[in-house]
């Protein structure tokens, strides 16, 4: 019997550059979703809004949809 034989491991071409650590407040943002469902079946979702120096949440909006238009104010 032939025996199908796995690939290799996919690897990065090239080096990466290094991850910049922000040195103050209000210099870098990341923007999270989260989203998760009602009991009773709805869908919501959550953006969360996180400054990467003081890991400080700056903002929660919650809603049952977030439009791109909405997101980007």
Do not use: H, N, Y
Not at 10 to 32: F, N, Q, Y
């Amino acid at each position: 019997l032939a025996v199908r034989r796995r690939g290799g491991r996919k690897r990065a071409i090239g080096t990466r550059a290094p991850m910049l650590v922000p040195l103050r407040p209000d210099e870098c943002w990341s923007l999270d979703f989260v989203s998760d469902q009602l009991t009773d079946g709805r869908r919501f979702r959550i953006l969360a809004v996180v400054d990467d120096c003081t890991r400080q949440c700056l903002a929660l909006i919650v809603d049952t949809s977030l439009s791109g238009m909405r997101v980007a104010r």
